[in-house]
């Protein structure tokens, strides 16, 4: 069974740094995109970045785009989300997804992966 596991939320200020990370088990990872996705209150669920475990090509949402880098450890099975100077409008919970069809496809436009992890909440101090 697939499980994704987030962390590395928590409180920042602004103009800060923060890396978020997404443990995965139970499934290849290489027949697998990895996504982060983010809700803020009261806001609809937004992608944010996506990584193709098998060849690491990688897609950045155009607002993040200079302020964020996904990457992946193989031996961790783990996926990264570096997100750098961050703003209060950043504040969110912060979801990764796996699915079996490539970054781009209309399960990552749609925010609909195959399996998620609980979220890990993610506060920019002004």
């Known amino acids: 069974q697939a499980q994704l596991v987030e962390s590395g939320g928590g409180l920042v200020q602004s103009g800060g740094s923060l890396t978020l990370s997404c443990a995965t088990s139970?499934?290849?990872?290489?027949?697998?995109?990895i996504g982060w996705f983010r809700q803020a209150p009261g806001k609809e669920r937004e992608d944010v970045s996506c990584?193709?475990?098998?060849?690491?090509?990688?897609i950045y949402a155009d607002f993040m785009k200079g302020r964020v880098t996904i990457s992946r450890d193989n031996a961790k099975k783990t996926v990264y989300l570096q997100i750098n100077r961050l703003k209060s409008e950043d504040t969110a919970v912060y979801y990764c997804?796996?699915?079996?069809?490539?970054?781009?496809?209309?399960?990552?436009?749609?925010?609909?992966?195959?399996?998620w992890g609980q979220g890990t909440q993610v506060t920019v101090s002004a």
């Open positions: 139970g499934f290849t990872l290489e027949d697998y995109a």
């Open positions: 997804a796996a699915d079996p069809s490539p970054c781009g496809s209309s399960w990552y436009i749609k925010g609909v992966g195959r399996s």
């Open positions: 990584i193709n475990w098998g060849d690491g090509s990688t």
